[in-house]
């Protein structure tokens, strides 16, 4: 069975920083693509950030120079490091895998 469990959401002040991470377990970690997503209330989800299997990465443009993704194969842990966070932030973030998705983990970001 193929879990997705993120952590690190929380309340911060605008200009703050997050690390969220996500575990996964039940899957081949290192050769999948791994992507966060977020969705804000009343809006869609969307892809924030992705890194594919060899490490390159790509990002949303409203995210790009303050948030990082990352993964430890070994940990099969995915990470993504929130800088310069912003009011706009503000979303329930989700790690995916594949097909496969975690149950999300709130972030919100005060002004």
């Known amino acids: 069975q193929v879990q997705l469990v993120e952590s690190g959401g929380g309340l911060v002040q605008a200009g703050g920083s997050l690390r969220l991470s996500c575990t996964a377990s039940g899957i081949i970690f290192r050769f999948n693509d791994l992507r966060w997503h977020r969705q804000a209330p009343g809006k869609q989800r969307e892809l924030v950030a992705a890194?594919?299997?060899?490490?390159?990465?790509n990002y949303v443009d409203s995210v790009k120079g303050r948030f990082t993704i990352s993964r430890d194969n070994a940990k099969n842990t995915v990470y993504l490091q929130m800088n310069s966070l912003k009011p706009e932030d503000t979303a329930v973030y989700y790690c995916?895998?594949?097909?496969?998705w975690g149950q999300g983990t709130q972030v919100t970001v005060s002004s």
């Open positions: 995916a895998a594949s097909h496969y």
């Open positions: 890194i594919i299997s060899g490490g390159s990465t």
